[in-house]
């Protein structure tokens, strides 16, 4: 049985925590993305000060460089990159739809060719769940088959059954040990088939219950809608995790849905671009006219780029091609999505949720564009 107790409820949205073998997990909770076992340009203490209590890592890259095995030797996952904290780890099933190129599938799992070097390697259902196992990670994620937008309704109900099937492999290759493994909901972009996947996964009696194959390019609406038709069948007393959402007004629309848990690459992504987030929207550093800006990018915010630097400051770095403008800016959104899930967790215990989501989605479209 899950170690998850509900603290508090506002309408569907709740908070939580989740515990987990390094530790509890506050719920809403965002977990920045280590692809390759680091939160890139961070260190671990960093990230650790930022406020989020969990990080993704991602079983699939991993196995392709450096090995499962010499991660293994290393002493495990968390000791290997100094993060001792909860770590859930992906799959690779998101990689059939973003490696759709050199990927491959069959009942019997997946056949990937490595980015690096060229080299096969296949995962079945079994292979996943004992890959992130040998990991050490806290939380293991099912292999599922999420399919693209677009896709056909025949060819989003054969993936969808697929990824049924392996989750049946998946909870039979589990190997406990406190570790937790969640399952994934597919149903392409149907609402009743999104529901009917919902439903299967929560009969298997996981952990958690992640809602998988979304924000890969729908409407906006439609995401909303298929995660709605997701959560409404999935156990209440679970945690149910949105694979791949990391935007302040889609966090807030997801939780008031009933969502537990996040990850994205935006966060980093954007800073290594020279945008930053704010409660205001978007700031791109870049622009000219924050050469003469010399206050900070948020000024309530604690974190070291605002603190110490001015957004002027911040330009002159990407401008001059500086590392430490990506170091900076990346923990700066960090902080602020996990001061984002901090503040949301306050508003659902003080039972004022929709009002605070409604300051938040005000702010961001009176916004300047």
Sequence with gaps: MTAFACEAADGDARTATLMTAHGPVRTPAFMPVGTHATVKALHPDEVRATGV????????????????????????????????????????????????????????????????DG????????????????????????????????????AARTATERTHRWAERCRAAHPGGGRLLFGIAQGGFDAGARAESARFMSGLDFDGVAIGGLSVGEPVETMLTMTAASVAELARDRPRYFMGLGTDAELLAAVGLGVDMFDCVVPTRLARNGSALTPDGRLSLRNA?????????????????????????????????????????????????ARLMDATR?????????????????????APR
């Excluded at 306050?346 to 009176?366: C, T, W, Y």
């Design 346 to 366: 306050s508003a659902i215990r003080q039972g004022r949720f929709a009002e605070f989501r409604a300051e938040r989605d005000g702010r961001l479209r009176s």
């Design 119 to 154: 080299s096969r390697l296949r995962v079945t259902p079994e292979d996943a769940v004992r890959n992130q196992a040998r990991l050490g990670a806290d939380v293991l994620m099912c292999l599922d088959h999420p399919v693209a937008h677009g896709t056909t309704p025949e």
């Design 53 to 116: 209590d969990i990080l993704l890592c991602n079983a699939y890259h991993l196995a392709l460089r450096p090995g499962i095995e010499l991660i293994e030797r290393a002493g495990g996952l968390h000791q290997f990159m100094g993060w001792d904290h909860p770590i859930l780890t992906d799959s690779g099933g998101y990689q059939l739809v973003s490696l759709v190129e050199v990927a491959a599938v069959d009942d019997a799992g997946a056949t990937f060719v490595s980015p690096y």
């Design 289 to 337: 006219a924050a050469r003469d800006e010399f206050g900070p990018i948020d000024p309530e915010c604690p974190c070291a780029a605002c603190a110490g630097f001015s957004r002027a400051y911040l330009r002159h770095l990407f401008q001059s091609g500086e590392i430490l403008a990506h170091r900076l800016v990346s923990l700066h959104n960090i902080t602020h999505l």
